[in-house]
T-cell receptor, first 117, second 115 residues
Framework: AQSVTQLGSHVSVSEGALVLLRCNYS??????LFWYVQYPNQGLQLLLK??????LVKGINGFEAEFKKSETSFHLTKPSAHMSDAAEYFC???????????????FGKGTHLIIQP | EPEVTQTPSHQVTQMGQEVILRCVPI?????FYWYRQILGQKVEFLVS????????KSEIFDDQFSVERPDGSNFTLKIRSTKLEDSAMYFC?????????????FGAGTRLSVL
């Protein structure tokens, strides 16, 4: 069984400041981990993924995340926030041993990122 | 860029009525999914579908729910007799066969309101 915890339902940062969105996971098997972003009235868009290769993963729009097994974390960061980063961010986990690759994702509750001018 | 399309964007129905939510996955994708998000809660997996059959379903996906791929392009979710607690945003997703698990492409969602 897997679960995801995202600390902070809302995070507010100033434009140009560091963005840090926290995600902790629980998984009985080595996980695959993902960050998705949702802009208003749009679907979920994949930002980046960890699939047991490099622990530091770079994604789109300048975001990156680091897999830390000892901390069971996969926090999302961006060095300098932009107004266009305002959105809902979801962390998700998937089991690596699922048969057939047709398993579903387990999501966190999401973090609403607010960018202040 | 190819995208997953969901219709309608908002569906209002009376309790006890049947609803069908429609999705057009990306054309060369072979795995299909439905998720839901109750307001203020997390996105929850409902069901996955491959090769014309359900691959996996969650405990939420009870006998009131069914999925179908009636033709080569549509993927539908039917709720037989809606309850108030079925009010949620429903997301469809699809992915290519092969590749890495989890690269699912999501639609914009259908907001279902049960009155």
């Amino acid at each position: 069984a897997q679960s995801v915890t995202q600390l902070g339902s809302h995070v507010s940062v100033s434009e140009g400041a560091l963005v840090l969105l926290r995600c902790n996971y629980s998984s009985s098997v080595p996980p695959y981990l993902f960050w998705y972003v949702q802009y208003p009235n749009q679907g979920l868009q994949l930002l980046l993924k960890y699939t047991s290769a490099a622990t530091l993963v770079k994604g789109i729009n300048g975001f990156e995340a680091e897999f830390k097994k000892s901390e069971t974390s996969f926090h999302l960061t961006k060095p300098s926030a932009h107004m266009s980063d305002a959105a809902e961010y979801f962390c998700a986990v998937s089991a690596t041993n699922s048969g057939g690759g047709a398993d579903g994702l387990t999501f966190g509750k999401g973090t609403h990122l607010i960018i202040q001018p | 860029e190819p995208e997953v399309t969901q219709t309608p964007s908002h569906q209002v129905t009376q309790m006890g009525q049947e609803v069908i939510l429609r999705c057009v996955p990306i054309s060369n994708h072979l795995y299909f999914y439905w998720y839901r998000q109750i307001l203020g809660q997390k996105v929850e997996f409902l069901v996955s579908f491959y090769n014309n059959e359900i691959s996996e379903k969650s405990e939420i996906f009870d006998d009131q729910f069914s999925v179908e791929r009636p033709d080569g392009s549509n993927f539908t979710l039917k709720i037989r007799s809606t309850k108030l607690e079925d009010s949620a945003m429903y997301f469809c997703a699809s992915r290519l066969a092969g590749g890495l698990v989890g690269i699912q492409y999501f639609g914009a969602g259908t907001r279902l309101s049960v009155l």
